[in-house]
């Protein structure tokens, strides 16, 4: 199929009337990706009935898989709040007297974050930040935003957090894998994006104390968090878990029955219900928590991933309709012949869009429905390594749109200019890192 002008059209004002609807009329995001279906459906002259239909079965496909894996992971995101495992992951971190205190923030972040949603992590973690910053007399920019920049990085490019698992899931990419990878590509961007780059910066790094507003927030008593033992089997369980299915289907050349157990084991799926069971135990009853406690704290979780299930099903309509009216095939024709690498194509739409929408959860579904049709055109790049150059994208441009900004900006006290001038930059910078680090894995898997 050709693509002409009209189907680039389409696809141009689609994708402008999700930013200007969620950025001037303040749309919901859900609302704005139905609206954008709907619009590329009667453009494209798309049945009524078949345009429902696409729809329907853009949101159910999505969310039959990933409903059930951010339900479970909320659970065990929260049961990491409410044990103080996060903070007991911060404080024996902060012990490692050979490395340096903005290292340490990064490492945190990176831990941590594999559970935690990224605003969530950054207000479950600023405390720290706030206490090292007042011992170590170090200005709080330099602990801040190498914590930032690990969660952003953490949350784009390592499943199980939705939008890297959407990705993962759309593209047909092997979880365990993109875990693997992810996990190498996010900290090297966090550690050039926040220490190296900070460091370079020198004394031209305004001195930041903690804000007065904040100077109330602290850590809870060391002797009340589980040990890091226990904490750190906890939140390795269901990445282990997903890892064994990688090995196995790389080592089995048989269905054995040891090889259907493994990958029954290490579906996401089952991987995290195991580990919510085993986090309920070790992170609680185990603490002397009633079930009743945790049945309330697991209801309370849920209402703040309602959100990102609405978005994240509205993400995958709008895919299953650029699917069913052509026009993705038809932009993969003309995206084939734009002599752009589909690595770079890929991490520089999730940049725009990150940039232009400011959820980064946003930007990497909207990068999917773009380069997915693509993939076919380009055997010898893996389903992986496009996910992590989607999720390398997202990374950065976290200015005024994202929420995060100015989570960012408030915690430290900045300026808006100092805000931009540093978080911004050390996100572009960790996702131009990112998008290197994809290059170089693209030789090798």
Known sequence: MEANFWDVGILLTSICLIIFTILKFKLHPFLALLLASFFVGVAMQMQPLEMISAIENGIGSTLGFLATVIALGTILGKMMEIS????RIALSLQRCKWLSTDIIMVLIGLLCGITLFVEVGVVLLIPLAFSIAKHTKTSLFKLAIPLCTALMAVHCVVPPH?????????LGADVGTVIIFGLMVGLTAALVGGPLFLKLLGNRLPFKTVPEEFSNLTLREEHTLPSLKITLFTVFLPIGLMLIKT???????????LYQFLDFIGNPITAMFIAVFVAYYTLGLRRHMKMAALLKDTENSFSSIANILLIIGAGGAFNSILKASGLA?????????????????????????HAAVGSATVAMMGATAIVAPMLHLYPDISPEIMAIAI??????????????????????GATLSETFKYYTSATFIASLIALGCT???????
């Open 84 to 87: 103080g495992a996060a903070e």
């Open 162 to 170: 939705p939008a890297a698992l959407y990705v993962t899931n759309k």
């Open 391 to 412: 999720g390398s994208g997202a990374i950065g441009c976290t200015i005024v749109t994202d929420s995060l900004f100015w989570l960012v900006k408030q915690y430290c």
């Open 439 to 445: 290059f170089l894995l693209s030789n090798f898997i």
């Open 329 to 353: 095939d038809s932009m993969a024709v003309l995206l084939s012949h734009l002599h752009m690498h589909p690595i770079l194509l890929a991490w520089l739409v999730a940049l725009l869009l």
């Open 247 to 257: 090995i196995a289907e790389l080592h089995s050349k048989s269905q054995t029955g």
